[in-house]
C-alpha cells in the first residue's frame, strides 16, 4: 500500500468519525404542563375513555323504575301510567297481567308519545318497558288528541260542527221480549247503520254484547261492513276476559273502561238499541 492510499484512507475514516460524533438537534419538543398549547378549547366536550382508547361522549343515566300492575283490573294498570308520565317519569318497566292489560297500556303509552319494548316471559304475563317521548314527540302526541278532541256542546250549536254519536251494544239481542226476535232486531239495526247518511262515529261492546264480535257471531259480516264504512267498533277487555273470549275475539279493537267511559262522556248522543 502506497503513502498517498494510506493518506486517502485515514482522511475518510476521520471525516466519518466526526460526522457520526457531532451531536444532532433533538427532534422531540417538550410541552409544559399549562403552557398554550395544552390547554383544551373552552369548547371541548367532556370524553370518558372506552377500552379502545377511543372518546366518547358520556351520557347522563336514567334509572328504570320497576312498576307492578299485576294485581289492578281495568283500567288500573292505564290510570296508574298516566300518574307517573304526569309526575315526570322517564323510564319504567311496566309488569302487566295479561295481554289486554299489554294493549290498553302500550296503546295509551303511545299517545302520549312514549316509546314501548315488550318483554314475554312466558307466564302469559308482560314486561314493558316504556321510556318517555322527547318534547317533539309529545308535542305531536299532544297535537293528535286535541285534534280528536270532542267538540263542546256550545261550540256545536254555534258552528253547527256535530258532536260523535255512540251506540251502545249490551247483549245479544235488540229489546226485551223474544229473544230469536230480539236477535233478528238487532241484526237489523247494525246491517242499517252502514246505509244511513250519518252513521255513528262508535259502536261499542260490553258485558254480554262482546259475544257479537268473536267467533260464532252471526254479525261478524255486518260489523266488518260498519269497520270499512268508517265506524269505529270497540269492545270492552275486561268482559272479553270475563267470558273467556280472547282467542276468539274477531273484530273491531279491544279497549279498556277508561276509554268506553270517556267516549260515553264525549258523546252528543248515545243510542241503545
Known amino acids: 500500500m502506497s503513502r498517498y492510499t494510506v493518506k486517502v484512507w ?8 466526526s460526522r457520526l460524533s457531532t451531536p444532532r438537534p433533538s427532534m422531540t419538543t417538550s410541552c409544559r404542563v399549562g403552557s398554550p398549547s395544552m390547554i383544551p378549547p373552552t369548547n371541548s366536550v367532556r370524553r370518558d375513555a372506552s377500552s379502545t382508547g377511543v372518546g366518547i361522549e358520556s351520557q347522563p343515566e336514567v334509572s328504570v323504575r320497576e312498576i307492578d300492575v299485576r294485581s289492578l283490573a281495568c283500567p288500573g294498570p292505564v290510570l296508574r301510567l298516566r300518574e307517573l308520565l304526569d309526575a315526570g317519569e322517564r323510564q319504567l318497566r311496566f309488569h302487566v297481567a295479561d295481554q289486554l292489560s299489554r294493549s290498553n297500556v302500550t296503546r295509551f303509552a303511545a299517545s302520549r308519545g312514549a316509546e314501548v319494548v315488550v318483554d314475554d316471559p312466558g307466564d302469559g304475563s308482560f314486561v314493558l318497558t316504556i321510556t318517555a317521548g322527547t318534547a317533539a314527540a309529545r308535542a305531536q302526541a299532544d297535537k293528535a288528541a286535541l285534534l280528536a278532541c270532542d267538540v263542546p256542546a256550545d261550540t256545536a250549536a254555534a258552528t253547527g260542527a256535530r258532536r260523535p254519536q255512540v251506540v251502545q251494544v249490551t247483549g245479544a239481542t235488540m229489546g226485551a221480549g223474544d229473544d230469536e226476535l230480539g236477535a233478528l232486531l238487532l241484526r237489523s239495526f247494525l246491517k242499517t247503520q252502514a246505509q244511513l247518511e250519518r252513521r255513528p262515529d262508535t ?3 260490553y258485558n254480554r254484547g262482546v259475544f257479537l264480535c268473536c267467533e260464532g257471531s252471526p254479525l261478524l259480516d255486518d260489523l266488518r261492513a260498519l269497520e270499512e264504512a268508517g265506524v269505529e ?12 273470549l280472547v282467542d276468539r275475539f ?3 279493537r279491544v279497549t279498556d273502561m277508561l276509554e268506553i267511559a270517556g267516549r260515553l262522556a264525549g258523546a252528543g248522543s248515545i243510542v241503545r238499541p
Do not use: D
Request: proline fraction near 0%; hydrophobic fraction near 65%.
Open 233 to 244: 267498533i270497540i269492545a270492552c277487555g275486561t268482559c272479553l276476559n270475563f267470558f273467556e
Open 10 to 17: 485515514v482522511f475518510c475514516w476521520v471525516s466519518v468519525w
Open 250 to 252: 274477531a273484530v273491531g
Open 203 to 205: 259502536i261499542v261492546f
